[in-house]
C-alpha cells in the first residue's frame, strides 16, 4: 500500500508517496499509476531530489505517469 500527499504552489505540484503497512517489515510496492487532475499539459514530471524527468501522458485534464518501486518514500514534482 501506498499513501500520497499533494501539495499546489505557484508553478508546480508535489506529490510525497509513502509506503505504508501494518507488517513490521516494510516490502516495496510495485511501480503503479498516479493520476492527477490539472488545469493544463505540465511542461514535465520530475522524481526528486534527483531531478530525473519521468514519462507522463496528458489527457481530459489529467496528467499519468508510472511511478518506480516505491521501497520507502519518494517525491515527484509536476512542473506547470
Known sequence: KAEIVEFEDADSYT???ISVSDEALIKPVLPFEV???TDKKPKKVELLPSEEEIAFTYENGY???TTRELKIFDM???QK
Do not use: G, S, W
Open 15 to 17: 506529490l510525497n508517496v
Open 76 to 78: 515527484y514534482r509536476i
Open 35 to 37: 493520476k492527477v487532475k
Open 63 to 65: 496528467v499519468r505517469f
